[in-house]
């Protein structure tokens, strides 16, 4: 989306290297990003899973973390989806943190394909190499490398892991995952595909199912705010205090967010909004201030891409007022003249 498109254009914007202001203060930044964003009634509620088709448009809420523990919400924060793609930053952390930086960069990758998330093609292209963990290829291919002696295994380590990165414990929508698993004939195919590159090693219909349950994990705006705070404070959850991850795996995901969180739309995102992210096809998107907060949206409209765009034109607000964006500075010159 342009500048024009997140209506931002009049928000004056902080540099990164400034503080966060007072409590009260990030509450009226938060109802304003809500605000605005509640204007924009353009994008579709996904339908490519049945069920999907059925939240209601007119949902959305905005919840802000901050490392301190802080919570700022407004809006439908509480209401339940699922976490569908968004799942991907938060598996790909763990398996990081089990195998390893260097295993997990030369089984997956980093890089954008440039092609939607679920393309074929790409991996046709990269001689079987998923090259990132946010398409389905590279999600798949993460999946695979959970730790466990079994499915099963594997199923409860994403399940747990996630549940730490939210601070409570995450449970599965049935009616989701009987929905995708019914209509998840592609993530079969590419799965079975990278098993013939021998990217994936176990059976790849095990795989599938492990990630179709996975997407159908059921969180909030609020969850998303802390599992993105989690990630800020160098992998300790700001609720709980308990070490998710290490710091040099949130480095990694965040550098691997940036470069590839809003799919084929990433550029953009970065250009405009200048913070790590990823969006999920239910309507939730993530966003990480490294240092700072974490941000959670939802709301289902998605744009053409697969992504909210009530959410990105909050998150743009809320990035501009707070001063987050990654690339802003102001100038240590206190005037004067050089010699």
């Known amino acids: 989306m342009r500048e024009s498109d997140l209506d931002v254009a009049d928000v004056e914007q902080h540099a990164a290297t400034g503080p966060l202001p007072p409590g009260d203060r ?26 999907l088709a059925e939240a209601d448009p007119e949902a959305f809420g905005v919840c802000v973390a901050d ?29 990081c ?32 190499h998923p090259m990132n963990p946010m398409v389905n290829a590279g999600a798949l291919a993460a999946t695979a490398l959970v730790p466990g002696g079994t499915a099963e295994d594997k199923w409860e380590a994403v ?26 004939h592609r993530n079969r195919a590419i799965a079975q595909l990278l098993e013939s590159y021998g990217r994936i090693r176990v059976d790849p219909l095990e795989v599938v199912d492990v990630y179709t349950r996975q ?9 998303l705010a802390v599992m993105g705070a989690t ?6 959850n700001p609720l709980t205090g308990e070490r998710v991850v290490s710091a040099s795996v949130c480095r990694d995901l965040l550098a691997v967010l940036a470069a590839t969180g809003l799919y ?32 959670g949206t939802y709301s289902p409209p998605l744009d053409s891409a697969g992504n909210s765009v009530r959410g990105q034109v909050a998150t743009a607000y809320l990035s501009r007022a707070l001063g987050l964006n ?14």
């Open 26 to 51: 990030i509450d009226e930044l938060v109802a304003a990003a809500h605000r605005r964003a509640s204007s924009h009634g353009d994008g579709v509620v996904a339908d490519y899973i049945p069920i």
């Open 67 to 95: 490392v301190d523990g802080g919570l700022h919400e407004i809006g439908d924060t509480r209401v339940p989806f699922s976490i569908q793609s968004i799942s991907k930053a938060f598996v790909y952390a763990l398996v």
């Open 97 to 128: 943190d089990a195998l390893g930086h260097e295993q997990a960069f030369d089984v997956i990758g980093v890089n954008n394909t440039g092609l939607p998330f679920n393309s074929v093609v790409a991996i046709e292209l990269n001689d079987g």
């Open 159 to 184: 399940r747990s892991g996630l549940s730490r990165f939210a601070g409570r414990e995450l449970v599965v929508d049935e009616d989701v995952y009987r929905s995708e698993a019914e209509t998840n």
């Open 215 to 223: 997407c159908a994990l059921l969180v909030d705006a609020r969850d």
């Open 231 to 236: 990630l800020a404070d160098g992998g300790v």
């Open 264 to 295: 084929e739309r990433s550029g953009e995102w970065l250009f405009e909004i200048g913070l790590p992210g990823k969006s999920g096809v239910a309507g939730g998107l993530v966003t990480v201030a490294p240092g700072k907060v974490g941000i």
């Open 326 to 339: 990654i690339f802003a500075s102001s100038s240590h010159f206190s005037g004067g003249t050089s010699s």
